[in-house]
């Protein structure tokens, strides 16, 4: 809840640093610090650093739909970044 409520605000380091921490914590909820910390990483225009997040949380084992929202953002974030033919790969 911190960690969006200071995204919010536009703070996105403090964000970032928030849910790469709260990732490491616990292993068992990593999804879902996984999941805003890709949306953070999106919305601060780092496409790159939210295409390797969500690589990472790929590696671990998610329901589908989950999983779809990372293919996802992995593509969104690649074609942004100017990798059209990753944003392709990701989705397909």
Do not use: M, N
């Not at 390797?52 to 996802?72: S, T």
């Amino acid at each position: 809840l911190l960690g969006k409520l200071v995204a919010q605000l536009e703070r996105y380091d403090e964000a970032i640093e928030f849910f790469r921490k709260a990732a490491a914590l616990d292993k068992d909820r990593a999804v879902v610090a996984y999941r805003d910390l890709a949306e953070v990483l999106l919305e601060a225009r780092r496409y790159e650093e939210a295409a390797v997040v969500c690589r990472d949380a790929l590696e671990l084992r998610l329901l589908p739909a989950i999983k779809g929202q990372f293919l996802y953002d992995l593509s969104r974030a690649a074609e942004l970044s100017g990798d059209t033919a990753g944003a392709l790969e990701a989705v397909q």
